[in-house]
């Protein structure tokens, strides 16, 4: 098969790879379409911590396939899936209490184990969720970043009516802005660094889009760019009794200075989400089937197998930088 391959931080190419063979409780998926981010980069350049990575290592952890074998009770050879990426245990104290996110033995494809920029993968059969026909790929392509977003969102309850700022303009910025506008808002602005990117953030769901820091506080701050600056700027940005949830995957090592004195007197909530729960996952599925969620829209940049060099320098900001980028896709498979 062909597969995009990490041989070690820094090379990367399409390549000849073995099959993978699948074992006990595996079952085969031939991926269809792909989604890119920005960890794929870091995931390229080694600036992903080494505790969460192992090369050579096949790139792709946002991925729609079709089954090739069945899955009693989900799914049938032929059908559509989506496949959790994220391996849980289902021993540890962490997968028994439903955090499998925080697993003690972390495996997670596309990371730790092949990804589903290939054109097989094995996969755990408890981990395989069919999509529905209705469904299109490109909608289904992106489940496993919004379940990241959704259990970020849905950690700690919110309630209606939250002034909103999200602090970044990428995919999962724009995510955020999709899903949160579910949660009954109130005002939801993006504070985004490219004046190109605000047609897409309005699209998603935003009331305003602006490149400037705005001079008034919010509820809930969600950090989606994954810089220091970016984190720095949105705990500035929270109001007395805010939540600050940081969605973004700073380069490990990133450091910023904070006042604790600060989050004390205001009495704040900072919050790290780590990956996405089975519950989060199963709910991101769900709202996809329904119909309830189409966010194939924030897909500007599609690239064929043989043409990932494309998508990487896309999503390096490279090419067409005075263009809308939002999600970068490869289709892997065209006939199935
Ligand atoms: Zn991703
Ligand atoms: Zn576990």
């Excluded at 995957?249 to 007197?265: A, K, Q, W, Y």
């Excluded at 390096?316 to 065209?334: D, F, L, S, W």
């Amino acid at each position: 098969m062909k597969a995009l391959v990490v041989r070690a931080p820094g090379t990367v190419a399409v390549e000849a790879h073995d099959d993978p063979l699948p074992a006990d409780l595996e079952v085969m998926v031939a991926p269809l379409i792909s989604g890119m981010c920005g960890t794929d980069i870091e995931l390229i350049d080694g600036g992903v911590d080494p505790m969460y990575v192992r090369y050579p290592l096949i790139l792709g952890h946002e991925w729609v396939g079709v089954l090739r074998g069945d899955v009693p009770g989900v799914a049938v050879a032929g059908d559509r899936v989506v496949v959790e990426g994220i391996i849980p245990c289902d021993v540890c104290s962490e997968c028994l209490h439903g955090d499998c996110n925080r697993c003690a033995i972390y495996d997670e494809i596309g990371f730790t184990r092949p990804g589903g920029i290939a054109e097989l993968v094995a996969v755990p059969s408890r981990l395989v969720h069919r999509i529905d026909p209705a469904v299109e790929i490109e909608d289904a392509v992106f489940i496993e970043p919004m379940s990241g977003v959704w259990r970020a969102l849905t950690r700690i309850p919110l309630r209606a009516g939250l002034s909103v700022a999200i602090v970044g303009d990428g995919t999962i910025a724009l995510l955020a802005a999709h899903l949160i506008r579910r949660m009954n808002p109130g005002r939801v602005v993006v504070v985004g660094l490219r004046e190109v990117q605000r047609d897409l953030a309005m699209r998603a769901g935003a009331d305003a889009f602006v490149t400037d820091i705005p001079e008034q506080h919010f509820d809930l701050v969600i950090e989606a760019a994954g810089t220091g600056p970016a984190v720095r700027t949105a705990i500035a940005l929270a109001a007395r009794g805010a939540m600050v949830i940081l969605l973004g995957l700073p380069v490990h090592g990133t450091t910023i200075e904070i006042s604790p004195e600060d989050f004390v007197n205001n009495d704040q909530i900072l919050q790290g989400s780590f990956g996405y729960t089975r519950s989060a996952w199963a709910q991101v599925v769900e709202k996809v089937n329904a119909g309830e969620l189409k966010p194939s829209f924030l897909i500007t940049h599609r690239f064929s197998l043989d043409e990932s060099e494309g998508a990487i320098a896309a999503l390096r900001g490279g090419v067409g930088e005075h263009e809308p980028r939002g999600k970068v896709v490869i289709t892997v498979a065209t006939r199935h």
